[in-house]
């Protein structure tokens, strides 16, 4: 039998996992060592395993987070006003099923990044198509968007993400541009797909910083009603971290 033959075969057919393990078995001479079914089962799942790390590893570079953070590694015992049982029950990420939104506040530094790329990044384990973006900086790519005749291409490639995160929300003041884009994104997502907004600004003041009453009203009216909230207190983490140093 000719193996390299079948082996270059797996590879054509992007069977390359497959194909890396025969080579593998047959050179530690393991074949025998297990029945057919078994031995087609050992490659099917190496395959399969093979393709779901690389669409996770996929999705997580194309969710563009600025850290890597886990939901392992948060810290429950900072005394910031993080309910765990809460945080906990939106982790299993049922909230995108639902298609519900979450709202992060907290002064500067509280962890509010974090906790939203944490849940991002779980969203990408469970393989949803997920993006984080600084809220300037997506309000101002579709606003260039506008100008080359992209912008519903842009707003498509938010909407196919089953979790966006807008971070920083509210620190620039929204220009008319802005306000529309906002209410487009929101718009399109309103329950078919769960975005988080974090911001330093509490949610009372959202109305002012959106300007343009019924604009704002239409944001918030979609936005806050069918969100969770984490309001984050305490310290900024950030001296913490320095202190360490
Ligand atoms: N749960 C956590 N575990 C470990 N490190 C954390 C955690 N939360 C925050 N940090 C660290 O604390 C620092 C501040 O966190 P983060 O950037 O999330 O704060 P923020 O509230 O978003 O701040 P800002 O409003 O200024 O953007 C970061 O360096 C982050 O890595």
Redesign the pocket.
Known sequence: MNNNQTVEKLKQMRLGAMAELHLQQLKDNRIEKSTPDEYLALLTDHQWEDRQNRKIQRLLKQAGFK?R?DLA???HN?NRNLDKNMFDRLATLDFMSRKENIIIT??????????GQ?LGHQACMMQYRTIYSNTARLLKKLKLSKVDGTYLKELNRLLKAELLIL??FGLQSFDNHAREALMDIIDDRHNKTSTII?S?IPVSAWYDIIGEGTIADAILDRIVNSSHRIG?KGE???KG?LKKE
Not at 106 to 115: C, E, H, N, V
Request: glycine share 12%; aromatic share 4%; charged share 25%.
């Open positions: 850290q953070a590694d948060i810290d900072q907290g002064a500067s530094g509280t962890g509010k990044s974090y906790l944490a971070d920083d974090a330093q984050l900024s983490l950030r971290i």
